[in-house]
Structure formats: C-alpha cells, structure tokens
C-alpha cells in the first residue's frame, strides 16, 4: 500500500490480488481487527492469518478488516463470489464520517 487510496472502493479481486491485499495487511502496525461472518473477532497478537482468511473465503465467509493508514480509518470487506473471485468493498471511515457531519451541518443551515 505504497500510493494514496480512494475514500471508496468496489473492486472484484482473483485470488493473486486477495493474496496481495492480505499480505498488505499483514504489515500493518498495528494490525489490523478482523471480523467474519461468523462473528469471530481477532486482533493484535491473535490477528487472524493469510491461510485462515483464504479458507473463510473458500468456504465463502465474509471477512472485514478495520485498519489505520496513512492517518485514517479505513474498513474493507471481503466478499467471495460464486466463480472464486471476491469483491472488495473499502471505505475509509475517517472520510465517511467527515461527509456525514458536513451533510448534517448543511441540512440544519438550510431548515
């Protein structure tokens, strides 16, 4: 994760990119909180690895990953589809919540 990201994603991966992103991920310090469908959460020392993430996706289980970069908050989400690939859905939460307050303070200047 060397260039700026977008504040929105939707992007539909094969499995050398997922590879790619999990290793990126995997760098990350901290690391970052992962979450599957199945309601298991990990983070820190107990980060969820490279092999388990592949497996839940095989077994086609969303997996969510809420992470710092590059000084904001950013949360993507794995889905995996039918024909092997899976989509990303990343959104940076730092600018999400930035946008909806800006929206909520124009709404009440214009009531």
Known sequence: M??????????VLDAAKVRALLTDLSLLQPPPEATCKRRMHVQGSDAI?????????AQRTAVQFRYRYDSQDWCDTLLPLADGQVRLIRISTTTAVALAAAAEAQESTVA
Do not use: R, Y
């Open 49 to 57: 690895t490279l092999a388990e993430v592949t497996l839940l996706l």
């Open 2 to 11: 060397t260039e700026a990201i977008p504040p929105l994603v939707d992007a």
